[in-house]
Every structure is written in C-alpha cells, then in structure tokens.
C-alpha cells in the first residue's frame, strides 16, 4: 500500500480501515531514520491525519497506532510542522500524562503504558528537531507535569520506559531553555527533587549522614578485602545518566555564585550519591566509563566548599588510608585521569573534567594535595632526563604543559603547580623553567614566587640523588646536562663586548623589520614589549673599555664593508696587470745583467752564513 492510499483510507475517517493503513506503514517504515525530498507534502498530510484521528474518541489500538506513525513522521527535522501547534502540542502531552494547568486531564487508574510511550518519544524527537515546540512546551508547562510524575518514583506502575523518556524530555527541556532550568532549580527544587530520583533509582541507603551503601549489599567487616559492589543493570544506568545531564543543565553556574545553607546541604547529599556512583561499576567497561564520566562532570559544577564529601567515609578494611582520611575517591579520579590520559583521544571532554577536579581538591583539602603529590610528584630520583620523558604520570603531565590546546596545558600547569603549593622554585625543579615559563609568565612569576598562597609545611623532599646533582642541573631543562665548551673561551673582554654589540644590533633590526617582538621583564615579573628606544638604550648601557667603537647601523657598516672588499679587489687587479706589463716589455739584454747579478747576491749569501757558523764553532771550543 503506497502512501496515497494510506491517506485515503484516512480520510475517510473510518478507524478500522486507518488501523489497517497505519499499522501497513508504521510497519513498512519502523527502521526508517532519514528521509528525501519526494512525497513531503504526503508526508505532511499523513501527519495532520494523524493528529487530527488523536483528538477523537478511539480505540487504544488506533491511538496507539497514530502515535506510532507521529513519532516516525517527526524523525524528519523538516515535516514537523503538523505537531509543533500548541493544540498538537497539548494532545500529546495528554496522552503522555504530563499535561499541566487548565487542560490537565487525570490519569487512569490503569494507563496504557505503551501510548504514554509512544507520546513521549514523539514530543522528544519534535522538542529535538525544533525549537518553536520547545516553546510551546515551556508554555504548557510540560516540565511541572513530568516532575509531579518523578515525585512518583517509588510506585511501581511506572515502567523503566516510562521513567527514561519522562527524564529524556526534562533534559532536553532545559539544555534548550534558560527559563525551564530555572524553573527546575529554584520554583521545582531541582536539585532534591532529582537526588531523591537517582537515589531511588540506584537503590542507595545511608549508614551517616553523608555516607552512601548499597541496599541489600552485606559487607563483611572481617574482610580484608576491599568492598566490591555488583554492577548497576543497564536499565538504571540509563535513567541515572538522564538524571546526571539534567541535573548538570541546572547546576552549571553553582561553583561560580553564592549558595544558601539549604542549597549547600543540598549539594552535599548530592555528592555523596556521586561519590557513591564513581566506586560503582555498570554493565558493561563502555557503560561504566560513561556513567563516571557523567559524575565527573556534575561533581565539577558543585561549590568547592562541598567537596569535602568525598573525604567523608569511614576508613574500611581494603579502603586506601592516608593521613587517617578516606582516600578511594581521590584515587580513583586519579586512576580515571590517567586512564584517559593514556588513551589520548578527546583529551578536552574525557580528561580536563578529572584533572580541573583534582586541581580544586587538592587547593582546598591538604590531605588530598599530599596524597596526590605522593603519587604524582614523588621524591625525585632521576635527573638524567628530561621531566616530559618518562612513563610516569609527573612525565605525562609535564607534556602535556607545552599541548596545542591551551585549555589542556593551562590545566596540566595549573594541577602540577598546586601541588607544589604554588611554589614557583618547587615548580621549576619538577617540570624545567622551559616547561614551566608559560604559566609563570601569565602569573607573573618569572622572577621567582610572590604570593604564594596559604599551604601547610612540608617535610624536605630531597633525595640523595637530587642532592648530589642539584648543583649540574640545568633549570631551563630541568636534567643535568653533559658539558659543553664554552663559546667564549679564548676571547679578551673587548672582543666579548664586541660580540654583545652585535647581537644587540641584530635584535634591533629583525624588531624593526617586524618579523620578531623583543620582551623584557617588568618589575612585576611579567612580560612587557621592548621598542626600539629601548634597544638602543640597552646597546648605550653596554661598556666598550678602551675601545673605541663607533655604533653604526647594521645597513650601514655593511656598505662600507662591501665598498672595502671592493676597493680591495681594484688594487689587487692593478698590481696584477703592472706585473703582466712590466713582463711583457723586458728584452734579452735587459734579462742578464739581472741574471748575473742574482748570482753574485746568491754568493754574498752563502759566504755570510759560512761565516755564521764558524763563530759558533769557535764560541763552543771556547766553553
């Protein structure tokens, strides 16, 4: 039955001969996800038929059907203008059960769940492709009714469908509207609301206060085992990533203002379930890695001050200990950083939200900065090579310090330099001035540490080794390097102050030729432009001692070296023709009085180093 005659049989409006027609075309195109330019105005038409057959009395197995071929129809971004209406808007969400305000319809005892469904999926994909309806359903406030069907979340006649697609909807919603975000946090109380969700969804129970576990989960206390807890089925992990996008759209701006005490108590209970969703595995490595992926990035929304939570439980036995504290969450980041790091594939969106988590922990929570600086910067040993060569993870974040993307290099310094307590010195022996001078310059530091920050003592970390080398160890470089000559060995001062002329000459021609920009160091360690005032000042400070060297341009004293190489090659030219001349013009007779007198020179010569040598003869028998 091709398309024509499927809206025939609908325009006739019998329910019957429409079942048949739509359940012939649902059929034929449930696998269809993309659509062409042919029969688009069927295709239309199709759909008001639909829409039009939902707003009368039917059957449950019609209504099921119109809403199935809707929810095909708007997979096509382009053809959904039959749903995007505010009264096509509000038929769906009646038969979604989440319509609100003047045309609330009650829900039945017994709803169908398929039909709820098949309403939500087909507002889902109509909010998707268009923005209008996303409008229209702030306007129906479709996201009060899906949050009164959250409140639910402890009955069991709402399926996982159900609950999935009443989240997907809420997400979409305010990952497209300011407005519904805001509604969601503040007039809806969001943020309980949906912790109170995840908590039912995950099955949690809390020993303390701030302490999570897993209900129905025994833990032996005589173990010395770490606790490991079943995996999550698929089903919940689901509906929680839903509940983690959402409640990221709604905390985005939460580390960036100021919280109430309800609001911090709030996002504390919040942590702990996050903190309780990063020890706990899924079905499935691909699964596991997106659900702490989304806990990572709602954790990095919520205000510094409540990041204590993940310090908070108990020491248990197999749990890792430092300092009396709880430190499995902290390494856990650690190992998920590294993790990521390794694979070196979207290092923006799978990694930095670990690192910049990391980063803030250990600025505020000094147990958390010695552990990690434990694991990242241990006592160092090896100062032969270069800090970025090296499978340690010091090695692999000092390369990423000199990264193309500088929101990674900017966080990989920023994460190495707080565990340096913000020690420029500290900072520069692990990592090399060179690695190092990027983010010193955008502090200002290149001149050493200012403002350090508020940090507790360390104990000395020097090894031996470093001792003993610190001396050879090149800072730029950050290893001890072999010896190299000294290029200005054999050189007297005023050749050196020569060659300082020089370069600075060569410094003020490629500055004003615009291909380089001199800096120099302000008084406040940061960098600042050098002009040409500037270099012929610091050429006028250099002292040339009993030299007396007239400074001249770089253009200059070139001409008058070529002008001397050239009158150079004019005399030598003349003294080889007057030799050719002077050649060619002698005769014979003129040759051998010159002859002979070359001889008698030759004699003379001969007779005064005879001579020579008797005298000495006679000097030595007198001795």
Excluded at 164 to 183: C, N
Excluded at 196 to 218: I, M, N, Q, S, Y
Excluded at 230 to 255: C, G, H, Q, V, W
Aim: net charge negative; hydrophobic share 35%.
């Amino acid at each position: 039955m091709d398309l024509n005659a499927i809206i025939e049989n609908m325009e006739t409006g019998d329910q019957d001969a429409a079942l048949v027609a739509l359940q012939t075309y649902n059929k034929k195109m449930t696998q269809c996800f993309s659509f062409t330019s042919d029969q688009e105005e069927e295709r239309e038409r199709l759909g008001a038929l639909a829409m039009g057959f939902l707003e009368r009395d039917l059957q449950p197995s019609c209504q099921l059907a119109c809403l199935e071929t809707i929810r095909i129809l708007s997979r096509d971004k382009n053809n959904v203008a039959p749903f995007i209406t505010q009264t096509a808007m509000l038929t769906l969400s009646r038969h979604a059960g989440i319509a609100h305000g003047d045309g609330n319809v009650p829900a039945a005892e017994n709803p169908d769940l398929e039909i709820i469904v098949e309403a939500l999926k087909s507002i889902c994909n109509i909010c998707l492709h268009n923005k209008v309806a996303v409008g229209v359903a702030q306007e129906l406030q479709l996201i009060v009714g899906i949050a009164g069907r959250l409140k639910q979340c402890g009955e069991d006649q709402w399926n996982h469908h159900v609950r999935f697609f009443d989240l997907r909807l809420m997400f979409l919603l305010t990952a497209q509207r300011v407005e519904m975000r805001t509604q969601l946090l503040k007039e809806l109380r969001g943020v309980s609301l949906l912790s109170d969700h995840l908590d039912a969804t995950l099955g949690l129970c809390w020993p303390d206060t701030f302490e999570v576990a897993r209900a129905g989960v025994e833990v032996d206390p005589d173990s010395d085992l770490p606790v490991r807890l079943p995996p999550f089925s698929r089903e919940k992990i689901e509906r929680a990533m839903e509940i983690l996008k959402i409640l990221f759209n709604i905390t985005y701006d939460a580390n960036r203002r100021e919280v109430d005490e309800e609001e911090a108590a709030a996002f504390r209970h919040l942590g702990a379930i996050l903190r309780h969703c990063l020890m706990s595995s899924a079905d499935g490595e691909d699964y596991t890695e997106e659900f702490h992926s989304h806990s990572l990035n709602l954790l990095g929304n919520l205000p510094l001050t409540c990041l204590d939570v993940l310090l908070m439980p108990k020491v248990q036995q197999g749990s890792i200990e430092y300092m009396g504290v709880n430190m499995d969450a902290v390494n856990m980041l650690l190992e998920y950083m590294e993790k990521m790091l390794d694979r070196g594939k979207k290092l923006k969106e799978t990694m930095l939200p670990s690192l910049n988590l990391l980063t803030e922990s250990a600025r505020i929570h000094r147990e958390t900065r010695k552990f990690l600086r434990m694991k990242v910067l241990p006592p160092l040993r090896d100062v032969k090579n270069l800090p970025e060569v090296g499978e340690a993870i010091r090695n692999k974040l000092v390369r990423l310090m000199t990264n193309i993307d500088t929101d990674i290099k900017n966080c990989a310094a920023e994460f190495l330099f707080v565990l340096c307590k913000e020690s420029v010195s500290r900072f520069i022996k692990y990592t090399g001035y060179g690695n190092a001078a990027g983010l010193l310059a955008a502090r200002g530091l290149l001149r050493g540490g200012i403002n350090p920050g508020i940090y507790s003592e360390d104990e000395d970390s020097e090894t031996e080794e470093y001792r003993e080398a610190k001396a050879k160890i090149n800072p730029v470089t950050g290893r001890v390097e072999d010896e190299q000559p000294n290029p200005m060995e054999g050189m007297t001062e005023e050749q050196k102050e020569l060659e300082a002329m020089k370069l600075v000459n060569m410094f003020d021609k490629l500055s004003r030729s615009n291909i380089i920009q001199p800096m120099t160091l302000g008084s406040d360690g940061s960098m600042t432009q050098m002009n040409s005032e500037d270099l012929i000042r610091m050429r006028d400070q250099i002292p040339l001692g009993q030299l007396n060297i007239r400074q001249r341009d770089d253009d200059e004293e070139q001409e008058e070296d070529d002008e001397q190489e050239e009158e150079e090659e004019q005399q030598q030219h003349r003294r080889q023709q007057q030799i050719q001349e002077d050649n060619a013009i002698k005769t014979p007779q003129q040759e051998e009085p010159q002859r002979q007198q070359s001889q008698e020179q030759h004699k003379e010569e001969q007779q005064e180093t005879q001579h020579q040598h008797k005298e000495q003869e006679d000097e030595q028998e007198e001795q």
